[in-house]
């Protein structure tokens, strides 16, 4: 097709099976013929965050948002590009202005308080703003494994270690009830081992 809106579908579909290639094909084709084509932007953008590429990222959330003010997920984006790439400050204005939009988009707003808490750069941590965050979430949608564990990273980052081991214990516990694998309890059990030690979680992969 030569549609941008079906092509920026297609490269979406091909990018959640992992074929990230092709996906990539699909959603070019679409920003060429539409270089303000809101989702097309995002969608491409999104793929390049998976490759690691955020700082590039950024420009393509940009223009979808400026195309689409209205456009909440290109915000959310928007915010973890920044963050993601050390331009906390900007993160946290394009937060702001997604959180405005769509209040209730928890997963967004907790995935921002994770990078806000475990930014290997200082300079992009803001561990009272992430602790804030994750714990105004876990008032909402109650103290679930993966809530309480960014809460617990953002305590640490802020040095609140007795604080931080008790909820990483709550979440490893409950990710242990609900029968979760190794790729999820090890890492609890990591970032339990650090905080018994008086050290942060300073990597932004889970």
């Known amino acids: 097709p030569e549609n941008p809106a079906a092509l920026a579908d297609l490269g979406r579909l091909l990018a959640v099976q ?17 270089p303000r084509h809101p989702e097309a932007l995002n969608n491409l953008g999104s793929l390049w965050m998976e490759e690691g590429r955020a700082a590039d990222a950024v420009d393509l959330f940009r223009r979808a948002a400026a195309a689409d003010p ?4 290109a915000r959310f984006n928007l915010a973890l590009a920044h963050l993601t790439s050390g331009a906390r400050d900007a993160g946290i204005q394009a937060l702001e202005a997604a959180l405005e939009l769509d209040p209730g988009n928890l997963s967004a707003a907790l995935s921002a308080a994770w990078i806000l808490a475990t930014h290997p750069e200082p300079s992009g941590r803001d561990p009272e703003l992430a602790a804030d965050l994750a714990l105004q979430i876990r008032d909402v949608a109650g103290p679930g494994p993966v809530v309480s564990d960014v809460a617990a990273a953002a305590l640490a980052a802020g040095g609140a ?40 979680w300073t990597s932004m992969e889970r």
């Open 18 to 34: 992992g074929r990230r290639s092709e996906a990539r094909g699909y959603l070019d084709r679409a920003v060429g013929l539409d």
């Open 70 to 73: 209205a456009f909440a997920e």
């Open 161 to 200: 270690f007795p604080e931080a081991v008790q909820l990483v214990t709550e979440a490893l516990q409950a990710a242990q009830e609900a029968g979760a694998g190794p790729e999820v309890t090890d890492g609890l059990r990591a970032r339990l081992t650090l905080y018994l030690t008086g050290r942060p």
